[in-house]
């Protein structure tokens, strides 16, 4: 999958994902118990006195209309873009200042809640949609503003809400839900120190990893790109994890990779080997499913172009399984895929730094520092069939 950020149109940066995120994407089934809209708290503990604003973007499920949410969970489709894109209407919600916390209502949508500090984000609407901040673009309208968002479905199955750095790391937050029952769930807070320990881990990292990171001419961090971002922008060299994609492309050419990409169908299994440039699988029965073409680097940490995984049966759930073993750099060390512990990921010298600095400093260890982070259920996400309140905690920026 190509970022998520750089989609056009917000369906399709919604859906495709969020279901690529492990944020299952369901249509909605008669008779649920679940609201039209549910309550969303958004607590300010950032300490800082910017002004906060709120927008809660996304697709309509019951009409497949894109549009935005007010305060009230009240769903406005947007107007109708052009070419050159126009700016949208103005879906901005006054965030709670600094200590406070301000509860809105989130309805029935696939999409994503941002967040800015001190500026306004700059939406556009071109013919096929909303355009979104692209900040590895340094022409883009958005990139000198701090920012984040969530990701979520509310549908009548329930609730799913993460917090994602899929594109970026930036201003931190934490996602949390409470259940039928009174319970509550969270994830995504940091570590005391996290935040610029993160920024710290990246700049001592050999091999370019420092130019990820993106700051304000006043100084102020704004974020580090995902290592996708910073190949495409130039900041991280193309090459730069060549050395692993070969030795595992030459350690499958006389041996096997036994994929089981299902939990649930520990008996659905697929064999890899190497002939030349190709990554042939093959089924129980000695048919090929399925072909990779030796990755790069771009192909790797976006999970996507060499490494596409559509939502189908086989090659999306193969495709998955490789892509999270490339990224934690397990395919060496254990030829059964997926890795059932984490004990083992991102030990190899040439692997996604920018994922492994960012789970060392998740307070609960779950992230989402790519696409398939999902893969063994190692993402910071909540869900909940019915659920009570959903919230978004801004944290600190230390």
């Known amino acids: 999958m190509r970022s ?25 089934s008669a008779g649920a118990a679940v609201p039209d809209t549910v309550p969303l708290t958004l607590a300010n503990n950032s300490g800082r006195g910017d002004t906060v604003y709120v927008y809660t973007l996304g697709t309509l499920l019951s009409t497949g209309q894109q549009g935005w949410a007010d305060a009230n969970g009240t769903f406005h489709p947007w107007p109708a873009g052009s070419v050159p894109p126009v700016p949208a209407p103005d879906a901005s919600i006054p965030g709670p200042a600094a200590g406070q916390s ?30 979104q901040p692209a900040v590895q673009n340094p022409s883009d309208p958005n990139h000198d503003i701090l920012f984040n968002w969530s990701e979520y479905t509310l549908d009548n199955d329930g609730l799913w809400l993460n917090s ?11 996602v949390g839900v409470q259940r039928a029952d009174g319970s509550t769930t969270t994830t995504g807070h940091l570590k005391p120190g996290g935040y610029n320990g993160v920024f710290d881990a990246l700049r001592a990292q050999p091999g370019g990893w420092g130019g990820l990171i993106q700051t304000r001419s006043d100084g102020t961090v704004l974020r580090a790109l995902s290592p996708g971002h910073g190949v495409e922008a ?12 070969n030795r595992v492309w030459q350690k499958y050419a006389s041996t096997t990779l036994t994929v089981t990409p299902f939990a649930d169908r520990p008996d659905t299994k697929y064999f890899g080997r190497v002939a030349g440039n ?82 060392e400093r998740m307070a609960d260890g779950k992230a989402y520092g790519f696409a398939f982070d999902d893969v063994g259920n190692h993402e910071s996400l ?9 919230y978004l905690t801004l944290d600190p920026l230390a």
């Open 4 to 28: 998520r950020l750089t989609r056009r149109s917000l369906v399709t940066a919604a859906a495709a994902g969020l279901v690529a995120a492990g944020l299952a994407v369901q249509a909605p």
């Open 102 to 131: 301000k509860t809105i209502r989130i309805p029935k949508m696939s999409g994503r809640i941002y967040f800015s500090y001190g500026r306004k984000l700059d939406f556009r609407l071109a013919t096929g949609g909303l355009v």
């Open 164 to 174: 994602t750095q899929v594109d970026m790391f930036s201003a931190p937050y934490a």
């Open 234 to 245: 130039g900041a991280l060299p193309a090459s730069v994890m060549d050395d692993y994609i």
């Open 278 to 359: 190709v990554m042939n699988f093959t089924d129980s029965s000695g048919a090929v499913v399925t072909s990779f073409q030796k990755p790069d680097a771009d192909s790797v940490f976006g999970c996507h172009k060499l490494l596409d995984a559509p939502n189908d049966q086989v090659r999306g759930p193969i495709s998955r399984t490789l892509c999270a073993g490339f990224n934690r750099s397990t395919l060496l060390v254990n030829p059964n895929q997926p890795d059932s512990s984490s004990s083992a990921f991102y030990k190899d010298s040439v692997t996604n730094h920018y994922a492994r600095v960012i789970h």
């Open 382 to 390: 909540v869900h909940d069939g019915n659920p009570r309140q959903a």
